[in-house]
């Protein structure tokens, strides 16, 4: 489980990197072996030409790494954007300023980026990188009941690359369209692993407990990379499991044995 309560205030210095390591300076910060990227918004970014941005639909506008010169997805930029395919989840925390602690926002996801010119710190104009943070829906427990009509004329080798294609952040100007972006790829992930599944848990092999009023094995769809749902939206981190697995796994004694075994299983399965 995320080790961050949203709206409580931490040390970065001793409530993050102390505990989970990683750069303890700048706006982006990725520790090694674990499974977070840690971001922080705040006002320090327009002395370097930028500022982020919260828009009327609840998408943040987040400006990437880089003093001078053209931002490239490299460091920092490139684990932002690549982060649901690499297992990791956005951690967003705001700074109330120096000397200051930070305020937990949330886990978040990237859903698109974008570029705009500004001035680097030196005031010279350059090409700034910036990236469409959604809410990726913390503690909220999947379930599917009907498979969409388009998701039945398709084969698992469909289903399963229009899953790894829309987990992959593009390059989009409309951030409005962030949030159904988004709740887009999820169901093309969501699609893909119960199809995958074909009726029986993940985990433990057996049978769906029952059938839905539209005729489908009843399974959930959980998020691996986190005990609780709304990790990364990639199908090699994704499992469709049976609703009293799932509970054990969220609220069990074995629950981090279990999904620790769960994630070997989908290592095999998406080899």
Request: charged residues 25%; contains cysteine; neutral net charge.
């Amino acid at each position: 489980m995320v080790p961050f309560v949203i709206g409580e205030e931490y040390s970065r210095r001793d409530d993050i990197h102390a505990v989970f390591g990683g750069q303890r300076q700048g706006g982006i910060s990725t520790p090694s072996g674990h499974p977070y990227i840690f971001i922080f918004t705040g006002e320090s970014g327009k002395q370097h030409g930028y500022a982020d941005g919260w828009q009327e639909n609840g998408v943040l506008l987040y400006t990437g790494e880089g003093q001078r010169g053209d931002m490239t997805f490299k460091a920092g930029n490139k684990a932002i954007r690549d982060h649901a395919f690499d297992g990791k989840e956005l951690l967003l925390f705001e700074a109330l300023g120096k000397q200051k602690p930070v305020r937990y926002l949330g886990s978040f996801s990237c859903q698109s980026w974008d570029t705009f010119n500004g001035p680097d710190s030196e005031g010279n104009n350059r090409e700034c990188i910036q990236f469409h943070l959604v809410p990726s829906g913390e503690g909220q427990v999947e379930q599917v009941e009907a498979v969409p009509s388009a998701a039945r004329s398709m084969s698992l080798e469909q289903l399963r690359a229009r899953a790894l294609a829309a987990s992959k952040p593009e390059q989009a100007p409309q951030w409005r369209n962030a949030h159904q972006a988004y709740r887009t790829r999820s169901q093309a992930v969501r699609d893909y692993v119960l199809a995958r599944a074909a009726g029986r848990c993940e985990l433990t092999g057996k049978t769906a407990p029952f059938r839905t009023k539209y005729g489908e094995p009843y399974l959930e769809v959980h998020h691996t990379r986190r005990l609780s749902d709304g990790g990364p939206d990639d199908p090699r981190h994704v499992a469709a499991i049976c609703p009293t697995v799932h509970r054990e796994i969220h609220f069990g004694q074995h629950g981090e044995k279990l999904n620790s075994e769960l994630v070997a299983k989908l290592k095999q399965i998406e080899r």
